[in-house]
């Protein structure tokens, strides 16, 4: 319940003006015929009147401002205010002011309120209007005005006029596909502005054969090497890798990696015998004899052994150590040759010669038919030989140009000689 503390010193104000009135027509009466009688009231004087009008305003404000439903707080309060009415009765109405005011805040704030109200009404308006000029500009901006963007796909640069307004839009517009393997410098809901550098890079696809599966894969990395290394593909130190690893890496490219092992493995192997023949002038040609037989050894062979791809490519012998010697087979072949009564035990293979004119020989003889020419450190002087398609000749002679495996034939003409020539023969030595 609310109490008007105004309307209620109001009223207690005309009641006590009332209760005075009444009070003191009597006395004013009596008085004025007699000063000295006592008045109606009992012979009190106007002090103590006054104190009576004092105790009857205490006695109205308890009455009429304590009330059931009322805390005691608010009682205590109106006490104190109507005690300060009743000693200052000439500054009442500027307290009822206040009081009231501080009762009812509201009716002092309402124009406030008001004005705040609508100066809130019309900032949202003024900003949603610009909200809605704004977005119309965007859109005009967006759909009517034409917009340079500078294109680079795979490296290749192009200006390109559009209206999209998001580069997603730019890329469907203009046809150009994407993963989400490529490279594209600015975000797909990035705003297309005029003079706005996009960058796009498609990611290349290859494939790659390792380990007997082959898979498909994309890439922005340059080379061979990269690439397998960005898809976590092991390569060994021994692996072959086609094409190599710093080869650039292309649309389409099929990469093949073949697996290198190397293991080693030691066995026992043989080691065989060799026959070794040896010329025996004691026995006639055309005879052998086996001196000694032979008999293989045996050794211990370690060989690294190359696999590709899990098959045997290739092995190399890096140790051997013998176990068993080897022993050669040793045959003497008879080389003696009996030719007109004479033997011949060896033969050589020489470069022949002829020549004519007649003169001496190195023995004093005379050049004829019959004797060679010879370097002496090769065929002793006065060794007969057999000389095949010729017959028998003696070592006689010397010559300037005659050193070596090399003999000069004489002959009785020029003809015979130019006929002759220059020819490899096997002669017989005893």
């Known amino acids: 319940m609310r109490i008007d503390i105004k309307d209620i010193l109001n009223r207690d104000e005309e009641e006590i003006k009332t209760e005075q009135t009444a009070d003191e027509v009597p006395v004013r009466h009596i008085c004025g015929a007699d000063s000295g009688i006592e008045s109606e009231t009992g012979g009190k004087s106007d002090t103590d009147l006054n104190t009576v009008t004092k105790e009857k305003e205490a006695a109205v404000s308890e009455s009429d401002f304590l009330r059931p439903d009322e805390s005691k707080a608010e009682s205590e309060e109106d006490d104190e205010i109507e005690s300060e009415a009743a000693d200052e009765p000439e500054t009442l109405s500027d307290t009822e002011a206040e009081i009231d005011t501080e009762q009812n ?13 609508f100066r809130k009404y019309l900032d949202i308006t003024v900003i949603a209007t610009a909200f809605v000029i704004l977005m119309a500009v965007v859109f005009c901006y967006t759909q009517l005005v034409p917009r340079d963007v500078n294109a680079a796909v795979n490296g290749r640069k192009t200006v390109i006029t559009t209206r999209a ?8 517009e203009q046809g150009i596909s994407y993963c989400s393997e490529d490279y594209i410098s600015v975000p797909l809901t990035g705003f297309v502005y005029d003079g706005i550098y996009i960058t796009i890079n498609h990611a290349a696809d290859f494939n790659v054969t390792a380990d007997g599966k082959t898979r498909e894969y ?20 021994d692996d072959i890798v086609e094409p190599e690893l710093d080869v650039p890496v292309t649309d389409g490219m099929t990469i093949v990696v073949k697996r290198v092992a ?41 060989y690294r052994i190359k696999y590709i791809d899990g098959i045997k490519a290739s092995k190399k012998k890096i140790g051997t150590k013998v176990l068993e010697k080897k022993q050669n087979k040793i ?11 004479f033997a011949y035990t060896r033969t050589m293979t020489v470069k022949a010669y002829a020549y004519t004119g007649g003169g001496r020989t190195a023995m004093g003889t005379s050049a004829r038919v019959g004797e060679i020419a010879v370097d002496p450190s090769v065929i002793p002087l006065g060794t007969s030989v057999y000389i095949e398609g010729v017959g028998v000749r003696r070592a006689e002679d010397t010559g300037g140009n005659i050193k070596g495996n090399t003999i000069d034939i004489y002959m009785n003409s020029q003809s015979e000689c130019l006929s002759w020539g220059c020819r490899y023969i096997t002669i017989y030595l005893p």
């Open 331 to 341: 045959i003497n072949v008879g080389t003696r040759k009996n030719i007109n009564g």
């Open 105 to 117: 805040p509201e009716q002092e704030h309402e124009p406030a309120d008001e004005n705040r109200g």
């Open 165 to 172: 307004w998001t580069v997603e839009e730019f890329l469907e």
């Open 262 to 302: 190397y293991k080693e493995k030691t066995v026992v192997e043989k080691i065989p015998y060799k026959t070794i023949r040896k010329d025996d002038p004691s026995m006639n040609d055309g005879e052998e004899k086996v001196v000694r037989k032979g008999k293989n050894g045996k050794a211990s062979v370690t």
């Open 218 to 237: 994309k890439t922005l990395e340059k080379t061979v090497g990269e690439a397998l290394e960005e898809e976590k593909i092991r390569i060994g130190e």
